[in-house]
């Protein structure tokens, strides 16, 4: 028996089921729509692969991607897709584990077989010609024959403002951008002409506000990274603006990918991330405003901007330090992706509820300057 403790999610993995599975296919040679790269953490919920969570964690959201021979023509510096990066497509880790392929076909059956946990199922598109459609058709076939609501993160290089309103047409109930960066100099130094890469700022905050209008305020998303070279207030500033424009904040913690240009970038400290969290928190429950809230000459929050009781009563409560995601039935994310930013062993973005000891551990972390 194989127990390979995967390097993203954390996830103790005794059985692949490769060998002996009609499921698995070479990505190299089967494509979307009628192939699908799957989260590892999603295959063991759909059951293809074998495994345990750690401390109990519970997946709630599948997560597909779109997959083809040639891979992702972007060139993100922190993403294992990128693809200046060496070896195959099909051999590139995503958020440091595997995604292997299968039928979309069985990915349907084995989701309806799981409707008691699975509360989501979320689309994710490359940087590819063929990916527009190809979510069209992937998306029709969810919305009609799942039973749970349905994501995409959307590659807004690839997208006109017809192309939304065609997601709300078919059936998706929110749609997510990864800007990822804080700063348009960080977005173009990362993810566009610093690394010869296709993504526009500009295209991407558009696209994002274009979004707002047609699935309206709270129900589309952005996904923001921390760590790779912001400081608190230039993110705390960006996620600001991204609830101005109607669309909710999903934090990542920057994890390095092997094999990526950023593989040797240091993880930020668990306290920069814990005070974005707060900030996130504060902001999207419009307690209080980014302009409020107070900054030290590095950039770092020293003053919320609310009264201590209240950062306190956060704090306690634990459920700013959850993983921000879409929503499902009963959790606060479904979208929860169990250890997808940190190891198991320094939580940064917890996929179930904090214990007295996980409060504890935070509120350290969050006086560490």
């Not at 230039?234 to 990918?257: K, N, P, T, W």
């Amino acid at each position: 028996m194989l127990k390979n403790m995967a390097a993203g999610s954390e996830i103790f993995n005794k059985n692949s089921n490769n060998n002996n599975s009609n499921n698995n296919i070479d990505a190299d040679f089967k494509t979307s729509p009628e192939y699908l790269k799957v989260s590892l953490a999603a295959a063991m919920t759909l059951g293809f692969a074998q495994g345990v969570f750690y401390r109990g964690a519970c997946l709630h959201c599948v997560n597909v991607l779109l997959t083809y021979g040639e891979g992702c023509k972007a060139n993100c510096a922190y993403c294992g897709l990128q693809k200046s990066r060496e070896g195959k497509y099909s051999e590139k880790s995503f958020i440091r584990v595997d995604w292997p392929v299968y039928k979309t076909d069985n990915i349907i059956k084995s989701t309806l077989k799981k409707k008691d946990i699975i509360h989501r199922i979320c689309i994710s598109m490359i940087t590819h010609g063929r990916a527009k459609e190809d979510t069209f058709a992937i998306l029709k076939r969810f919305a009609e024959e799942l039973h749970c609501p349905v994501s995409i993160l959307m590659t807004p290089t690839v997208l006109e403002h017809q192309d939304i309103d065609k997601f709300k047409e078919y059936g998706a109930d929110m749609v997510t951008i990864a800007l990822d960066c804080a700063t348009k100099d960080l977005f173009d130094k990362f993810r566009g002409k610093g690394v010869n890469g296709p993504h526009k700022w500009e295209k991407y905050n558009d696209i994002l506000e274009y979004s707002v209008s047609i699935f309206g305020k709270n129900k589309v998303g952005c996904h923001l990274i921390i760590g790779i070279g912001e400081t608190e207030q230039e993110m705390i500033m960006r996620m600001q603006a991204v609830c101005d424009a109607g669309a909710r904040s999903h934090l990542f913690s920057f994890y390095q990918e092997k094999g990526s240009r950023l593989e040797n970038h240091p993880q930020c400290p668990a306290s920069q991330f814990r005070r974005v969290q707060i900030a996130r928190h504060i902001i999207d429950y419009d307690m209080g405003r980014a302009e409020d809230m107070k900054f030290n000459a590095n950039g770092k929050v020293v003053d919320f901007g609310i009264p201590f009781k209240d950062v306190a009563m956060i704090v306690e409560k634990g459920v700013a330090f959850r993983t921000t995601g879409c929503p499902g039935k009963t959790d606060i994310s479904a979208c929860n992706r169990p250890f997808g930013d940190s190891s198991p062993r320094d939580i940064r973005s917890f996929p179930f509820e904090l214990k007295a000891s996980d409060i504890s551990r935070v509120r350290k972390e969050l006086l560490e300057y």
